[in-house]
């Protein structure tokens, strides 16, 4: 999936290069804004990005920058900071989704383990995670050794496929 393209309410969201086509930079992975790499790891980045907007109740990300700041904030290491009343739990949650190794992200499975506890119980009732599907979803999945690099460093596909060619520098 591509979270970032999934809100189409303000063009300035997006990066333009030439006439290649937009980027949603600032809902984007460091290695995606560099490589042009899109994994489900840089997914979890972007989800990051929506548990933001969600704590903020839809602010843009990374107010006040401009995309070409963004994209060099994030490069270098750079995260949105903490949202006024936002819990601890959440932000933490989000700092771990923006962790800038793809490989110290975790895994979507691993972020609704970690959820859990808050939601409440109709979850149990309509979630796909807990739905019998989903327990043999989660029994039929490998879980890998600290050393393994898995899917988080595997290419979904790379951003020039999509673009004609270009790729992002």
Same mark, same amino acid.
């Given at each position: 999936?591509?979270?970032?393209?999934?809100?189409?309410?303000?063009?300035?969201?997006?990066?333009?290069?030439?006439?290649?086509?937009?980027?949603?930079?600032?809902?984007?992975?460091?290695?995606?804004?560099?490589?042009?790499?899109?994994?489900?790891?840089?997914?979890?980045? @972007?989800?990051?990005?929506?548990?933001?907007?969600?704590?903020?109740? #839809? &602010?843009? $990300?990374?107010?006040?920058? !401009?995309? *070409?700041?963004?994209?060099?904030?994030?490069?270098?290491?750079?995260?949105?900071?903490?949202?006024?009343?936002?819990?601890?739990?959440?932000?933490?949650?989000?700092?771990?989704?923006?962790?800038?190794?793809?490989?110290?992200?975790?895994?979507?499975?691993?972020?609704?383990?970690?959820?859990?506890?808050?939601?409440?119980?109709?979850?149990?009732?309509? @979630?796909?995670?807990?739905?019998?599907?989903?327990?043999?979803?989660? #029994? &039929?999945? $490998?879980?890998?050794?600290? !050393?393994? *690099?898995?899917?988080?460093?595997?290419?979904?596909?790379?951003?020039?496929?999509?673009?004609?060619?270009?790729?992002?520098?």
């Amino acid at each position: 999936g591509d979270f970032g393209m999934t809100r189409d309410i303000y063009e300035t969201d997006y990066y333009r290069k030439g006439t290649k086509g937009l980027l949603p930079v600032r809902w984007m992975a460091p290695e995606s804004l560099k490589d042009g790499v899109f994994t489900s790891s840089s997914d979890v980045w @972007s989800y990051g990005v929506v548990l933001w907007e969600m704590a903020t109740l #839809a &602010s843009q $990300p990374y107010q006040g920058l !401009s995309n *070409d700041q963004v994209l060099r904030y994030v490069i270098d290491g750079g995260v949105m900071e903490r949202p006024e009343n936002c819990p601890d739990k959440l932000y933490t949650l989000m700092r771990y989704c923006w962790q800038h190794k793809p490989t110290a992200r975790p895994a979507f499975l691993k972020l609704c383990q970690l959820l859990l506890d808050d939601a409440s119980p109709n979850f149990a009732q309509v @979630s796909f995670y807990h739905s019998p599907a989903g327990a043999e979803a989660r #029994a &039929s999945r $490998p879980t890998p050794s600290p !050393s393994q *690099d898995d899917h988080q460093t595997t290419p979904l596909r790379k951003v020039s496929d999509r673009l004609g060619g270009y790729t992002p520098s």
